[in-house]
Structure formats: C-alpha cells, structure tokens
C-alpha cells in the first residue's frame, strides 16, 4: 500500500530544500496591468458569473466559495506575479513532492493562462469588428463570442474551471492541510511568495467548511454549459436562470 504524503513533514522538506535550490528564490516580475479594454470586459463577466450563481452566494458556506471563483479563478485584475510564482515554485516541488500534491497550483495556471487567451480573442474581436470602447453589454458580447469561433476551447475553461475549483476541495479536505498551511505561512512570507501562497490559502479556506462542494461544481457544469449553448444559438437573453 502506497504511504500517505504527511503535510506537516512536507512543509519541513519544502523549506529544508528551499535554502538550497535556485528555482525556490522569489522573484519579482514586472505587470503591465490590464488594459481599460480587458478590464472592462473582465468586470462584466464577474458580474455575469455573480448574477448566474446568486443562489450560491446566499448560502453561508457555498459564499466563499463563489468569491473564490470571481477573485482568484477570474477576475479583472493581473495575475502575472502568482502565476510566475505557480510555474517557478512548481520546477522545484516536483523534485520531491508527489504530483497530486501540485495538481491545485498546475490546474490553476492552465486556466489561466487559457482564460487569458480566450480574453484576449474575444477582445480584439469587440475592438476591432464591433467597435467596443468601454460598455459592454450581452448583445455585443454575445456576438462577439459567437464571432471569435473557439467553442472547443470554451469548453476546455469550463472543464478546467470545474477542474481546479475540485482540486481546491479535495485539497481542503485532505488531513493537516490546514496546519501545513499554517506552518508555511511565516517562511512563506519571508521568501517572497505572498501571492502564490494567498491564492492556496484562500482556496483552502474557501472550501474547508463546504459539506458537498459536489453541488456547486455540478451547478457550474450544467450553468455554463446552458449558457454557451444559448449564446451559440443566438438567444436573446443567454444568462438567464430558468
């Protein structure tokens, strides 16, 4: 039978091997920040996302986990310094760690570096067919999605979407994880991780006291499905619950 990771010896090992490894020293990457353009069309999908899960929002313990999804998975702001820090930190745990342990850090990256992408697809075609200049509204952005012709890779950022907000789950609720986490967070700080280490911390706390995350991250399966589905066929009013 394969032994159990213990987090609490793996915090010792990480810091141990941190003093003498290259890929483990913090380093600080330069952010341009989103333009006006991207900030506004990222503004305007979390107030989409917050409208479609409202449900969820009202729920004491499902809450955090909603503002987990709007404030670390996507959010109209520049994630250049955590994901420097995910694929820089990731070069050196592999070395030692077992790979569902990074599995939360990788999974996240690739979303983001995919949301990006898409973003960015979506944006040049508001921009330059449509004439968007700073308000959004769902007929431009509709159309305009329907334009950028990428539904597979839409619906990858849906499975990767469900994807990390599982690893996120899974790795709350794994033994110790919270006192690992603790233990981490002072050497965390001294090393320069502070992003990196906020995002997995808030992702833990975010799903610690969730009972059945299963029901959030089938709700957002079959939510944003509907709704690439309705915008494909051209409904009036795509973002619509019922």
């Known amino acids: 039978m394969k032994q159990k990771s213990n987090p609490l010896r793996l915090v010792q090992d ?13 380093k600080r990457v330069a952010s341009a920040g989103l333009t006006p353009q991207m900030a506004a069309l990222r503004a305007f999908q979390v107030e ?34 955590r994901d420097h820090d995910a694929a820089r930190v990731h070069a050196f745990l ?4 077992p790979a569902e342990m990074l599995k939360l850090a990788t999974d996240a990256l690739e979303l983001t570096r995919l949301s990006y992408t898409l973003d960015e697809a979506l944006l040049t ?22 334009r950028s012709d990428n539904l597979r890779a839409r619906e990858k950022q849906i499975d990767l979407l469900v994807t990390v907000m599982q690893d996120s789950a899974d790795t ?37 006291q969730v ?7 089938d709700a957002i399966q079959e939510r944003e499905d509907r709704i690439m589905r309705r915008i494909m066929a051209r409904d009036t009013n795509p973002f619509r619950l019922s």
Do not use: C
């Open 172 to 208: 709350a609720h794994m033994p110790l994880t919270g006192v690992a986490l603790k233990l981490a967070k002072g050497p965390a700080h001294t090393a320069g991780w502070h992003e990196l280490y906020a995002f997995l911390e808030r992702g833990h706390r975010a799903f610690a």
């Open 48 to 81: 989409r996302i917050r409208a479609t899960y409202r449900d969820f929002a009202a729920q004491a313990q499902y809450a955090p986990t909603l503002d987990f999804f709007t404030d670390d998975l996507y959010a109209a702001r520049d994630f250049s310094q």
């Open 14 to 26: 990480v810091l141990r091997a941190a003093e003498r490894d290259e890929n483990a020293k913090h």
């Open 94 to 97: 592999q070395k030692f760690m």
């Open 125 to 146: 075609t508001l921009t330059t067919e449509l004439g968007f200049k700073k308000n959004l509204a769902t007929p431009l952005y509709a159309e305009a999605y329907r």
């Open 211 to 217: 009972k059945h995350p299963e029901r959030f991250l």
